[in-house]
Nanobody, 121 residues
Framework: QVQVVESGGGFVQAGGSLRLTCVVP????????MGWYRQPQGKQRELVAT???????NYADSVKGRFTTSRDNAKNTLYLQMSGLKPEETAVYYC???????????????WGQGTQVTVSS
């Protein structure tokens, strides 16, 4: 099983910044695309940003210009730098990684447990 571990959530005032980190520990043959999603309480999970192994990024329109995602392939680590946070962006933020575990495996999507981000007004 492939683990995905998020960290960096917390409380921040509106307009503030946070940096989330996602690590896929252990020996993994390859990680393809990675992404951030969020799920406000009582609502559906939504895409925030994705990044390919080559570094090509895609963002939800609502976060463009405020959020930046990046990755360190050598460390199997994904980042999300968030600025200008809004109260409505309070949510559990999840990391997703499409990974090939070993030579005998096919690509599969793995999810972390999520990290809570709370933005106060």
């Amino acid at each position: 099983q492939v683990q995905v571990v998020e960290s960096g959530g917390g409380f921040v005032q509106a307009g503030g910044s946070l940096r989330l980190t996602c690590v896929v520990p252990g020996s993994i043959r390859r990680i393809n695309a990675m992404g951030w999603y969020r799920q406000p309480q009582g609502k559906q999970r939504e895409l925030v940003a994705t990044i390919t192994s080559a570094g090509n990024t895609n963002y939800a329109d609502s976060v463009k210009g405020r959020f930046t995602t990046s990755r360190d392939n050598a460390k199997n680590t994904l980042y999300l730098q968030m600025s200008g946070l809004k109260p409505e962006e309070t949510a559990v933020y999840y990391c997703n990684a499409e990974a090939v575990r070993d030579y005998y495996s096919f690509p599969m999507a793995y999810w972390g447990q999520g990290t809570q981000v709370t933005v106060s007004s």
